[in-house]
């Protein structure tokens, strides 16, 4: 590792994207913050939308902006975003339609569709991906079935981060860590599965080169380096473009035998870094994902809802008038105490915009629990849900992996709400260290640094984390309301009465 190296981290989230510039210097890493700007939906006649023109001009201001701080040179610029949505572009690379949101409503009964074409068992033995009605392959056959089909006219799909990266570079591909929640990949050899997409008749011509996270795709386009005033041979890498891998590449441990990771934010993501795929009955029941990590490994999890509720229950306090701070809302939490009441993450319910608390209060009255028609009760619920989900997921991790979890390494945005994290210590009855707080940017930038060979391997960068940045550790104070309470979790996140 020699002299100063600057990367920019482009990091797409479904509320906002940011533009981070990481300094790799004497053996760690600082980062600045050099524009934030919302990621932008629509909701049309046609559906919810990405508007990613919108969102791909704001790209562009925060690259310039990180020029005019600092300076035109720099060692690489990586895009991750969420998983599973997608962008169609013609044989001459234009844009076909506004790309679809993962919580539109288009894929409602979409999972019992395709599994009449190839049945789930067969699915799941082949890519390992956890079954969500959000799943690219689920929106795919809704495209199939409309009157204009898409899908029968265009030449690529372009998974989000691939299309930014495209945009910036003119190269066309699908980096592997974001291609794996398609449930369209073998998660074995590590490419598009053909045979699948071939049975589904979906056109092969869709699916780009697969590209190993840490790869130069090319260099940033001339009309693009005039605009935003940045040098010319500024590498476009394929980092680990999918948010989630990205965050773990920043967990600050390299021992992977006895560690959990929980990336927290508007999805609640807890998994295992493994070195091979779990094709397994077992982990077909759970409904683990087999989804690609960085230098080669596995990440072995399950999706949550996640903040998910409380951010659209604030939006829905909001447009009541009664604004609130997240910070306000834990605060409210903590004085409002246990809740003795939980929800369902996985009801489909909780994935669509709408009136949060009302769909809160009627799950609750439906499983025969006590709703209460206040502001710290709703948080509070939505926060011990989440609690209780992870604890289950990490007792599924230590079936599946035959390895005992004795901590859990926590990352992203959500681990700045103390109460959760409180919590969900208290639930799993181990360790939670929390951070870094910005995992994602960590990662995204450590990917990039081993493209350019700044840095041996992951394990190095691991190192170079847990030098630059300062964690919090959480450890169990209230495990017994949890253990007393699990049965009864467990009975209504599985459809019945408290």
Aim: with cysteine; aromatic share 10%.
């Amino acid at each position: 590792m020699n002299g100063e190296k600057k990367f920019i981290a482009i990091d797409l989230g479904a509320e906002n994207g940011r533009c981070v510039v990481v300094t790799l210097k004497d053996g760690k890493v600082d980062l600045k913050e050099v524009y934030r700007f919302t990621t932008h939906a629509v909701s049309l006649d046609s559906g919810l939308h990405w508007d990613i023109l919108r969102i791909f001009d704001d790209v562009v201001t925060g690259l310039a902006k990180a020029r005019l701080e600092f300076g035109q040179r720099f060692d690489g610029i990586g895009v991750d975003t969420w998983g599973v949505d997608y962008v169609l572009l013609d044989a001459e690379g234009r844009v076909i339609g506004y790309p679809y949101h993962y919580r539109d409503n288009r894929t409602d009964g979409m999972m019992e569709q395709t599994f009449g074409m190839v049945p789930e068992e067969e699915m799941y033995k082949r890519t390992g991906v956890q079954f969500a009605q959000i799943n690219t392959v689920f929106q795919l056959e809704s495209e199939k079935k409309r009157k204009t089909n898409f899908l029968s006219v265009a030449d690529k799909m372009l998974m989000t981060p691939d299309f930014i990266s495209y945009l910036l570079s003119g190269t066309i591909f699908a980096e592997y860590t974001i291609a794996s929640t398609t449930g369209l990949t073998d998660p074995v050899n590590k490419d598009w599965a053909i045979d699948l997409i071939e049975k589904l008749r979906l056109p092969g011509r869709l699916f780009p080169r697969i590209v190993m996270p840490g790869n130069i795709i090319g260099r940033i386009l001339p009309s693009l380096a005039r605009r935003t005033g940045l040098d010319s041979g500024t590498p476009i890498i394929a980092t680990a473009s999918h948010d989630t891998a990205s965050a773990v590449v920043s967990v600050p441990d390299n021992s992977r035998e006895d560690w959990a990771f929980l990336s927290s934010g508007t999805w609640t993501l807890v998994g295992a870094e493994t070195l091979q795929p779990y094709l397994t009955v077992d982990a077909m029941r759970y409904n683990f994902t087999n989804e690609g990590g960085a230098a080669g490994t596995t990440r072995l999890l399950k999706n949550i809802m996640g903040l998910w509720p409380l951010q659209e229950a604030r939006r829905f306090w909001l447009e009541k008038g009664e604004e609130f701070s997240y910070s306000a809302l834990v605060d409210l939490a903590e004085e409002e105490g246990p809740s003795n009441s939980w929800i369902d993450l996985n009801d489909s319910r909780f994935l669509k915009p709408g009136s949060m608390p009302d769909k809160i209060s009627a799950f609750l009255e439906e499983t025969g629990q006590t709703t209460v028609e206040r502001i710290g009760f709703f948080t509070r619920v939505i926060l011990e849900s989440l609690a209780f989900s992870s604890r289950e997921v990490v007792k599924e991790i230590e079936a599946l992996t035959g390895r005992s979890v004795k901590v859990v390494h926590a990352v992203g945005g959500g681990i700045r709400n103390t109460l959760l994290m409180q919590l969900t210590a208290d639930a799993l009855g181990i360790p939670l260290v929390a951070g870094p707080v910005e995992g994602t940017v960590v990662g995204n930038a450590g990917v990039q640094a081993l493209a350019i060979g700044a840095i041996s391997g992951i394990d190095e960068w691991r190192e170079i984390i847990a030098r630059s940045f300062e964690t919090l550790t959480y450890r169990p104070k209230n495990g017994d309301y949890f253990d007393h309470n699990e049965e009864a979790f467990l009975r209504v996140s599985s459809g019945g009465k408290a």
